[in-house]
């Protein structure tokens, strides 16, 4: 028998982590187009801290069920489904209605944890058509790191221009988007600059395969080292995550000609950057601005995972869902390496 209610975690609004409830709730029933999904694996990402603390740049309907990464099992579902069956496990799309590119503005205000209410739950309920199978060599937690940052990785190197091997990416940093993209990347034989400010995190992104690491608190001129590791060519994929504080470095590292995805603002909104748009001239680069992807993106990437038996990157530090509050504490504090998890049981 299905279960009548779910525990869960809402956004009330925007005063901080305080607005951050734990509660249940009923499940609502399932439509005709509908599955019921016992979620299993969650993951938090920098968008989640963004949202209770009033900066997060798109669409928020309060209150509303928090996160968007989720994993499990669907376990009902309504008369006239025919992408999934009782046991299929799967992994939550992050704009509901992003089936095929391109992107466009009612498909921005489908997100889960924003416009829609999201994975930080142990039942929901989906369209069909907002679900990707799992892959099949990933457990439900590393299967819930997927729907945020797999995919904006995957979007960044494989979408508008897809990388070739041999070519040069540089990735900022520890987190979901950057770990990723280091994995996707040699993949498909590609050449990996890292940035970080630890010692400890520049060994565990070598032995993820980074050729060169450089770490940004020594060298704040990184851009310019990361050009000269290429024979002074630059850099031909940049996953911009930093946002106004190191895009500066990213223009002196990109190519003639290359792509800087920009991706995030990690390192804060309001830093003085010098970037204009004589900039993408001079270096005859592309700014991309790269928002998640889309449920075919989604399918190439699931299917490139098992077939490279790709892991994704979890923190040692899992917290059940009852301690997810917790979780967002530890982000903030940037603790973690790699993907900060959640267990649902």
Not at 210 to 229: C, F, M, Q, S
């Amino acid at each position: 028998m299905a279960p009548k209610t779910t525990k869960q975690w809402v956004v009330r609004g925007t005063s901080g982590f305080d607005d951050l409830v734990y509660t249940e709730a009923a499940i609502p029933s399932v439509g005709e187009n509908e599955v019921l999904v016992h979620l299993r694996g969650a993951s938090l990402n920098y968008r989640d801290l963004a949202i209770p603390k009033g900066f997060y740049l798109f669409p928020v309907n309060f209150p509303v069920v928090a996160g968007s990464d989720g994993a499990g099992e669907v376990i009902a579902v309504g008369p006239k489904v025919t992408r999934w069956k009782p046991g299929d496990r799967v992994v939550t799309l992050f704009n509901q209605t992003h089936y095929y590119n391109p992107v466009d503005a009612a498909t921005v205000a489908t997100g889960l944890g924003g416009s829609l209410d999201g994975t930080l739950r142990q039942y929901a309920v989906f369209n069909e058509n907002g679900l990707v199978r799992a892959p099949s060599n990933l457990d439900y937690i590393e299967a819930g790191t997927l729907t945020c940052a797999g995919i904006t990785a995957w979007n960044a190197l494989f979408g508008m221009r897809p990388l070739k091997p041999g070519q040069w990416v540089l990735v900022q940093g520890t987190g979901g988007v950057s770990i990723f993209g280091l994995q996707f990347a040699k993949a498909a034989g590609a050449r990996v600059i890292a940035t970080t400010s630890s010692v400890e995190k520049a060994e565990a992104l070598r032995k993820l395969g980074a050729e060169h690491v450089i770490n940004y608190k020594e060298d704040p001129n990184w851009g310019e080292t990361a050009r000269n590791l290429t024979g002074g060519v630059g850099v031909d994929h940049i996953l911009e995550v930093g946002g106004p504080a190191t895009v500066d470095q990213s223009i002196k590292a990109i190519k003639l000609d290359g792509m800087i995805n920009i991706i995030g603002l990690l390192a804060g909104p309001d830093a003085n950057s010098k970037a204009g748009i004589l900039d993408a001239l001079k270096h005859m680069c592309t700014f991309r601005g790269v928002f998640v992807g889309s449920r075919e993106q989604m399918e190439d990437m699931v299917r490139a995972i098992e077939v490279k038996n790709i892991k994704p990157v979890v923190d040692k530090e899992v917290f059940p869902l009852e301690t997810a509050r917790e979780a967002y504490e530890y982000m903030l504090a940037q603790r973690h390496f790699g993907k900060i998890a959640i267990s649902i049981d």
